[in-house]
């Protein structure tokens, strides 16, 4: 599989740095509607991707992997929420299953915080920083070189055998 | 480069795993630690006495009856696998089928649930369960929950008369209820006390429900019904080795002196 050249930092304007900064500081400024209701965040994560997707591909690397970095973190979120909810409503017990998922959680937070902090500075000094996993597939996803289906011409090939 | 994103999603998901499941081993405290057995303990000897004023609750002074709730007692205590209390039983004079705990390792029994009681094993089934809420310290949760710790441990005399109000009409959740007769059924076990007594118990108050003197009875002041708790005390296993020892009390002498 072939991927395009990545840029170096030198070759990265200044406009591009902060634009692909800013989505990791987006998270910041949604956390406090995110708290009871994490969904916001990913919904604002998203319109954030939407809104720049055009304005290059390093932008659009280090928006789409702080768009899937989010996801897991909110799914997890969601499940705490809603876990938290359920055991006041029908009055059950918040067992140790229950304190290990939180503290999972809070590690996922604290782990996502951390990261996304040294992705912003990174971003704005034009570098690729790859976050384990989402990292890698957002890469894959930005610099593949996609097949152009039809504008080559029909090629003939013998029977496999 | 798909291998390599696969192999660090198994990472991930293999190390957030792993901190749930470690998390989850910890022994999260599940009693309220605002207010100290010491303090709990105080404040249980105040409501006591409150309680032992009220003509309705007068204690009973009946020596018989004393030592064989203090031999019951003792048996129960002495096979505690850890208890932070100092149990102390009073017996007051009442005809109503009542038994009820007071914070601080306090268990006032009716003479009316003397009388009502078949054996001292019944009686020693219904004592633990009332131990159960003391280790548990589910009355502390349940005044805490519902007035506050200022209040609770604020020593105004009028508190603690609205406070002793509230312990004599005690009402526990299913849940608190249900962990009150596990641990009455192992403590039974541990006691050499048959722990099925509880489900017999249970069944006679089934059949009693009408009756107007147990109508304060905690026991029987939750949902769901009897059925399923009698059900639960049944399905109770002891261990193959388990051997009943009977209590040596004259229950027919002790009740005919009530």
Redesign the interface.
């Known amino acids: 599989?072939e991927y395009h050249p990545l840029p170096q930092p030198d070759e990265i304007e200044v406009r591009v740095r902060e634009d692909a900064m800013g989505a990791y500081f987006m998270m910041f400024a949604t956390t406090a509607m995110g708290l009871p209701l994490p969904i916001l965040n990913l919904v604002a994560a998203v319109i954030y991707y939407y809104v720049n997707r055009d304005k290059g591909k390093f932008v659009q690397f280090h928006t789409l992997q702080s768009l899937y970095s989010q996801i897991p973190v909110t799914l997890l979120n969601s499940g705490l929420v809603a876990w938290t909810i359920v055991n006041f409503v029908k009055?059950f017990?918040?067992t140790?299953?229950y304190?290990?998922?939180?503290?999972?959680c809070a590690?996922?937070g604290l782990i996502y915080f951390i990261f996304s902090i040294v992705g912003a500075v990174k971003a704005r000094k034009g570098i690729f920083y790859y976050f384990?996993?989402f990292g890698?597939?957002a890469y894959?996803q930005v610099y593949r070189i996609r097949p152009k289906y039809g504008t080559s011409a029909p090629e003939n090939r013998p029977p496999s055998y | 480069m798909r291998r390599s994103i696969l192999k660090d999603l198994l990472i991930l998901l293999g190390v957030f795993a792993l901190i749930w499941l470690l998390a989850s081993l910890f022994n999260y405290p599940d009693k309220p630690k605002l207010l100290s057995i010491e303090k709990e303990e105080r404040l249980g000897e105040a409501y006591v006495d409150l309680i032992l004023l009220n003509p309705m609750f007068r204690e009973l002074e009946n020596e018989k009856i004393d030592s064989a709730v203090s031999m019951i007692g003792d048996r129960l205590e002495a096979n505690l696998e850890h208890s932070d209390y100092l149990y102390n039983f009073v017996v007051f004079d009442s005809k109503m089928i009542n038994a009820f705990t007071v914070p601080g390792g306090n268990i006032l029994i009716s003479s009316g649930l003397i009388a009502f009681c078949d054996s001292p094993e019944e009686l020693a089934s219904v004592m633990a369960h009332e131990m159960g809420h003391v280790e548990e310290r589910h009355v502390v949760s349940r005044l805490i929950k519902e007035l506050g710790i200022d209040i609770l441990t604020s020593g105004d005399q009028y508190v603690l008369g609205e406070v002793t109000g509230l312990l004599t009409s005690t009402s526990f959740d299913r849940k608190q209820e249900e962990e009150a007769d596990r641990f009455a059924a192992e403590l039974l076990e541990r006691s050499s006390i048959e722990p099925r007594t509880l489900a017999t118990f249970f069944r006679k108050l089934e059949e009693e429900s009408d009756n107007e003197l147990m109508k304060h009875f905690e026991i029987i002041s939750t949902h769901p019904n009897f059925s399923s708790r009698i059900r639960e005390a049944l399905s109770y296993e002891p261990a193959d080795d388990f051997k009943a020892l009977p209590m040596d009390l004259d229950w027919e002498g002790i009740q005919a002196g009530l």
Request: some cysteine.
């Open positions: 599989m009055d017990d918040f140790g299953f304190w290990g998922y939180l503290v999972m590690c996922a384990v996993f890698k597939v894959h």
